[in-house]
C-alpha cells in the first residue's frame, strides 16, 4: 500500500500485510541455491527489514509509516501486529 502523504521527493513508503505474512522473505530476498556467493534482493534500496513476529507492533509504532497515517489506522497496524506477537508468544 504505497500513499505520498505529503513526503516531498521519491521518498515514498510501503506497508506490508502483515497478517498475510509467513515470514519467508521472498519479498526481501531473491532465492538462489546455497552455493550461490551473491544475494539478489528484491528491493535494491533495502527497504524491507524483517523482523521478528514479537518484535512486529513496536516496530510498526515507531515507523510505520507517516505520523498522520499510523494515528489514523493505529488499531489495524499496531492491534494486528499486537495479536500476531501474542499468538507467538503462545507456542
Known amino acids: 500500500h504505497e500513499r505520498g502523504m505529503g513526503i516531498k521527493g521519491n521518498q515514498a513508503w510501503c506497508e506490508i500485510d502483515i497478517e498475510r505474512c509467513v515470514g519467508c ?4 530476498h531473491i532465492p538462489q541455491k546455497k552455493t ?3 544475494e539478489l534482493t528484491v528491493c ?3 527497504a524491507i527489514e524483517m523482523v521478528p513476529t514479537e518484535n ?3 516496530v510498526v509504532a515507531q515507523i510505520g509509516g507517516p505520523p498522520e497515517y499510523i494515528q489514523e489506522n493505529w488499531d489495524r497496524l499496531v492491534g494486528t501486529a499486537q495479536h500476531l506477537a501474542e499468538l507467538r508468544a503462545a507456542t
Open 25 to 28: 522473505e521472498v519479498c526481501v
Open 36 to 38: 550461490n556467493p551473491y
Open 56 to 58: 512486529v507492533a513496536q
Open 44 to 46: 535494491p534500496w533495502n
